[in-house]
Nanobody
Framework: QVQLVESGGGLVQAGGSLRLSCAASGYAFSQYSMGWFRQAPGERREFVAAIRRDGDRTYYADSVKGRFTVSRDNAKNTVYLQMDNLKPEDTAVYYC????????????????????WGQGTQVTVSS
C-alpha cells in the first residue's frame, strides 16, 4: 500500500523557517521524482519544488527560488522541503507527490503528472 505522509507544518512568523518532511512507503522510492505543491483556500494547487529521482537536479517555482530547498534521502525514503524567510503568502496546505520516472530522469512538475499524493500539512505564516 502506497503512503506519503507529510509532517513539519505549523505556525511561524514572517521571516521564520520550517522544514517539511514526506515519508514514503509501499513503492520503489528511488525510481520516482518527488514534488512539493501547495494550495491556499480558494486557489488552485500550485507547483513549489521538485527533485529528480537521484537527487541530482532540482526545480523551483519563481516565487520560492532562493528561499526554499528541496532534498531527498533515498536510503530513508524521505523527501524534504526546507523553507526559509517565510512570507505570509506562503500560507497554504503543502503536499508531496510522486511521479514514476521509471529508468529515465524526467522530473514531473505538473500536478496531473503525479501518481501518488500525501494528505498535506498546513503551513501558516503570520505577518
Amino acid at each position: 500500500q502506497v503512503q506519503l505522509v507529510e509532517s513539519g507544518g505549523g505556525l511561524v512568523q514572517a521571516g521564520g523557517s520550517l522544514r517539511l518532511s514526506c515519508a514514503a512507503s509501499g513503492y520503489a522510492f528511488s525510481q520516482y521524482s518527488m514534488g512539493w505543491f501547495r494550495q491556499a483556500p480558494g486557489e488552485r494547487r500550485e507547483f513549489v519544488a521538485a527533485i529528480r529521482r537521484d537527487g541530482d537536479r532540482t526545480y523551483y517555482a519563481d516565487s520560492v527560488k532562493g528561499r526554499f530547498t528541496v532534498s531527498r534521502d533515498n536510503a530513508k525514503n524521505t523527501v524534504y522541503l526546507q523553507m526559509d524567510n517565510l512570507k505570509p503568502e506562503d500560507t497554504a496546505v503543502y503536499y508531496c507527490a510522486a511521479y514514476d520516472s521509471g529508468s529515465g530522469y524526467y522530473t514531473a512538475i505538473r500536478p496531473d503528472e503525479h501518481d501518488y499524493w500525501g494528505q498535506g500539512t498546513q503551513v501558516t505564516v503570520s505577518s
